[in-house]
């Protein structure tokens, strides 16, 4: 499987819909634009009215956020609806805070009804940013309540013609990280001004039991970091309008705050950080391995071991910029953290200025209850004056943990060792060349004990404390300059501050995986948790071997089992399954090995040594972060923009901008069935536009794009042209064999997970179609085990260039020269200059290749589906010109064939079904019709069949016993290894 587009659970979360009638409805019901003024609900008070009166700038009608949370890793998808209420272009700006360790996979804009795409491609060595757009991070102030340290800023600035609306469409993707017994997940809150309509969705989809979930109160970045505490003390109360719904492994939280609430909490939009915190049960043992399309992950986090002594430096920056404030918070926090160590644990401070000072000299000192009064004196009497020898401080407190190190001669008991070191500046007193401060440091260190760096405030040299903490096995924290810093260095202590183990190391099967992420660690502490994901190898493995070596405070400890992988990837699966996830979610496993992936790039090259080992790290992480199409530190995200022309119309073509629009982060996915199977009745429903992708953009033609959205630009709806050839339902194929004016139906049982080929022509006209089957349980009194209908479509396009569209209920992803995913609740219309998409929302799309070949997918998605229902497509040839006579796959083949209609003599037996699926023992007899295809005779029945979602009846021949004999070979020759394979006939009849 190529890529992965999640998409929010089935009618789950309220939808941005961008249908002209909904746009009316919504419009009138749920906005404040200039013509709507006079009919606010009552409820709506007067104030909020004028505050929205005094609104120059765009009106944001809608802010939609949706995050999706499959084990950790979590999908977020933010859609903005801007209108410009006033008759002249407005300038609109989008902007929206990510977290840290995110990265941004998507985005896309429709303004004035035409799509403007954006692309990732690879960061050029000199990057210039355009300042006069303000794309990236902005030059003005920020608000402010936010921090840059603490989240990341994702800005664009966009002219809006008059009386239009601008779409903004944002993805991004972060794996969870477990801190003090918990995970966190933020989504900041912050439109800037009220709006109309806003709701915030967070679904989490686990493996193992929820065991904890609470929402937090909206909270300002000040607390940005998780407290000292691993779980909040008391009852916690969620935001106002906040609604939980849960089970064992499944939560659904939404937070859906009126204008009213909205102005209760901040009148200028600034409500602040919604924040879910959860956690799961611990799986014994080994940990929790999820498998998943060839990709598999491991969750270590155990618990009830014993904790591991530790040998603490800590060295902290006393320079005069510390005075004030700074002093104080680091005072009081030190002063818990002394409270916090153990009988076990050993000791020692350094503070540093333009002079080193040493608490203990040449040692390090047990925990005693004289020993911490001692301690607590001296943090007592620093006083902060001088300049900043960072260079000397960590050579000073080096050399006490490595003396005391070389002096420990019981080897029985293993303890782990530490620096904790604190600045709030830059070097300015010794050495203060970056390079030599590092080199001095590592060899000081030498790989015996990690260090742990924290910044304070705005002035901190953030690059040198990044390198100084990935080269000696620590982690680096910042500490913004208004944040409560007591609070988040005592956090920051809780959290290493009890080892459990030290020197791990999980290995796998050398001949079951390759590509593993990093999967040696220095230190297992309490409350955190090891992820390690790997590919699996083509040998399809049965077992997967999994071994964990590593030692605590009196042995050392090694765990290992054999895991069936078929049975983790059933288990995985069935779990989605039940929480209704959906099939796009397949995939989520992949997208966490490609994240993990991308971070040990990055981590490679900035502690790399050589200029051959960073170039190696820089392309593998580069590569990496196009293939998944992250915006990470090694690529750029270029955007087209409109342009507004005097008149206030949009330019027909708008040349496309470089804009980084983020600062990149350092470190831190049926209506025909059987005939005597009843039907059912579906409605189409909508649901939020999400974008998440990974397969990087093909070189070709820049598409030119125009939607029809609102009722700024009303296009006419194209009819259909019907067609019977197809593909649909459970799914049932109807055939018109055009040479022989015979219509031809057949049914094919095939297993969930396969990938069908439907139509191949890729040596001539370089046309390939496929499609994904997705399983369901048969309806009470079938004859059926299961269901199977086609999750997405695939059409690959070889000809002139390379180019594909994926079609899922859901969305259209077209990938060209420039990569476009549309929502299929919007009516939009691409057009290159040999490839054209129609999307009428909410019903079907057509794609149009070179203007000869066209095929029309429908979209069935259920409002309430019952349990043997699922999201499908249907698909149907409406125009077969274009493909040569060499067409094969289960419809291509019977495009140029002629198949003659007989009736069977009474020695004739029916011929045995090509597979397992369906078995059928009835024989003909004299008189019963057959079709003669090529030197084959097929019994065949007269039947109706309903296509075009039952309203359109066909006559057919029905070929029974799953088509045995109808169609050419076995029903394996058609189940290709992905959606994008384009590989020949097995039997040759595809090629020139």
């Keep these: 499987m190529l890529f992965l587009a999640l998409f929010l659970s089935l009618s789950l979360v309220p939808a941005l819909s961008l249908t002209d009638d909904a746009f009316g409805a919504e419009f009138e019901d749920l906005t404040l634009a200039e013509d709507a003024l006079n009919t606010v609900p009552r409820r709506v008070a007067r104030q909020v009215k004028t505050l929205l009166f005094k609104e120059t700038k765009p009106h944001i009608q809608e802010l939609l956020v949706q995050t999706t949370i499959i084990s950790r890793y979590a999908f977020t998808a933010v859609s903005c609806t801007m209108f410009n209420r006033h008759s002249s272009a407005a300038r609109g700006v989008f902007q929206f805070y990510i977290p840290p360790s995110a990265y941004v996979s998507n985005f896309t804009m429709i303004v004035g009804g035409r799509v403007f795409p954006s692309q990732i491609k690879a960061k050029e060595k000199k990057v210039k940013k355009d300042r006069k757009e303000s794309n990236g991070k902005p030059k003005s102030k920020e608000p402010p309540e936010v921090s840059k340290e603490e989240m990341e800023l994702f800005r664009m600035a966009v002219t809006i013609p008059g009386r239009n609306r601008a779409v903004f469409l944002l993805t991004y993707e972060e794996l969870l990280e477990r801190r003090l017994g918990y995970y966190e997940h933020v989504t900041s809150v912050r439109p800037m001004q009220l709006v109309s309509k806003l709701s915030i969705g967070v679904i989490i989809v686990e493996h193992s039991r929820i065991k904890h979930l609470e929402v937090l109160p909206l909270r300002n970045s000040k607390t940005f970091a998780p407290s000292s505490s691993s779980k909040t003390n008391g009852k916690v109360s969620a935001p106002v309008s906040t609604v939980i719904q849960q089970n064992e492994t499944f939560c659904k939280i939404t937070f859906t705050p009126s204008i009213v609430q909205q102005v209760k909490i901040a009148t200028n939009g600034m409500l602040g950080e919604f924040v879910v915190r959860y956690d799961v049960e611990r799986e014994l043992g080994i940990g929790d391995i999820q498998v998943l399309d060839g990709h598999f992950v491991h969750y270590f986090a155990p618990k009830d071991l014993p904790i591991v002594p530790k040998n603490v430096v800590f060295v902290i920056d006393t320079s005069a910029s510390m005075v004030g404030r700074k002093i104080r918070q680091t005072k009081d926090a030190l002063f818990t953290i002394l409270k916090e160590l153990r009988p076990n644990d050993l000791f020692n401070f350094v503070t540093f200025s333009n002079r080193i000072r040493v608490w203990q000299k040449d040692k390090l000192v047990r925990v005693t209850p004289d020993s911490v009064r001692d301690a607590k004196k001296f943090i007592h009497s620093i006083s902060p004056t001088g300049g900043t020898n960072i260079n000397n401080a960590i050579q000073t407190g080096s050399t006490l943990l490595r003396n005391y190190l070389s002096t420990i001669k019981d080897t029985s008991h293993n303890s782990v060792s530490l620096i904790i070191f604190l600045t709030d500046g830059r070097p300015t007193v010794g050495e203060v060349k970056t390079p030599s401060i590092l080199g001095n440091t590592k060899a000081a260190v030498q790989e015996k004990f990690c260090i742990f760096t924290i910044g304070m405030g705005n002035d901190v040299d953030y690059k040198l404390l990044d390198r100084m903490a990935l080269e000696n096995c620590g982690t680096m924290r910042r500490i913004p300059e208004e944040a409560d810093a007591e609070t988040m260095l005592k956090g920051f202590y809780a959290e290493i501050g009890t080892p459990l183990l030290s020197d791990i190391r999980v290995d796998y099967s050398e001949d079951a995986v390759q590509y593993v992420t990093q999967h040696l660690f220095p230190n297992y502490f309490n409350g955190s948790e090891i992820v390690v994901a790997g590919r699996l190898t083509n040998n399809s493995s049965e077992s997967l071997h999994v071994e964990v070596t590593a030692s605590n405070s009196e042995r050392s400890v090694k765990m290992e089992t054999d895991v069936l992988l078929s049975n983790r990837e059933q288990d995985t699966r069935k779990r989605l399954e039940e929480a209704a996830v959906g099939p796009d979610a397949d995939g989520y496993v992949e997208r966490v090995w490609g994240f993990l992936s991308v971070k040990d790039g990055i981590k490679g090259r ?250 029309i997918i429908l979209l069935h998605n259920y409002k309430n589906p019952a349990p043997y229902q699922r999201d499908h497509l249907g698909f149907y040839i409406a125009d077969s010109q274009g493909l040569s006579k060499n067409t094969h796959g289960l419809l291509g083949q019977f495009l140029f064939e002629e198949v003659g209609l007989t009736k069977l003599s009474g020695n004739i037996t029916a011929p045995k079904g090509n597979d397992t699926h369906e078995v059928n023992t009835d024989k003909p007899v004299s008189g019963d019709m057959a079709l003669k295809v090529k030197e084959r005779l097929v019994a065949v029945v007269k039947k109706n069949r309903r296509i075009y979602s039952g309203t359109q009846t066909v006559e057919c021949w029905f070929a029974k016993n799953n088509a045995a004999k109808l169609i050419e070979g076995q029903y394996q020759d058609y189940v290709v290894s992905h959606l994008f394979d384009t590989g020949d006939w097995p039997h040759g009849t595809n090629t020139l």
């Design 606 to 855: 900035l502690t790399s040594h050589t200029s051959g080992e960073r170039d190696k790290y820089t392309e593998q992480a580069t590569n990496l972060s196009l293939q998944y199409n992250f915006l990470t530190p090694l690529t750029q995200m270029v955007v087209e923009k409109p342009q507004v022309l005097p008149d206030g119309t949009l330019v027909k073509e708008a040349e496309p901008t470089a804009a980084p629009a983020v600062s990149a982060n350092l470190l831190p996915e049926e209506k025909a069935m059987e005939e005597e199977e009843e039907e059912e009745k579906e409605a189409p429903t909508q649901d939020l536009p999400q974008s998440l992708h990974r397969k990087k953009e093909q070189p070709g033609q820049s598409q030119a794009v125009t939607v029809a959205t609102d009722g700024v630009k009303k296009t006419a709806r194209e009819s259909v042209t019907l067609s019977k050839t197809s593909a649909d339902g459970d799914p049932h194929f109807v055939v018109d064999v055009p040479l022989s004016k015979i219509t031809v139906c057949f049914n094919i049982n095939g297993q969930p997970g396969d990938v069908l080929r439907l139509v191949t022509d890729h040596k001539q006209s370089g046309v390939t179609v496929n499609g994904k089957l997705v399983g369901a349980p048969a309806p009470m009194g079938s004859h059926k085990q299961q269901r199977t209908y086609f999750s997405s479509l695939s059409v690959v396009v070889d000809k002139p260039r390379r180019s594909y569209i994926e079609v899922t209920p859901r969305k259209l992803i077209l990938d060209g020269r420039d990569r476009i995913i549309l929502p299929c609740s919007s009516t939009v219309a691409v057009e290159t200059e040999n490839l054209g998409v129609s999307i009428v929302a909410n019903a079907n799309i057509t794609v149009t290749i070179q203007k000869t070949i066209r095929f």
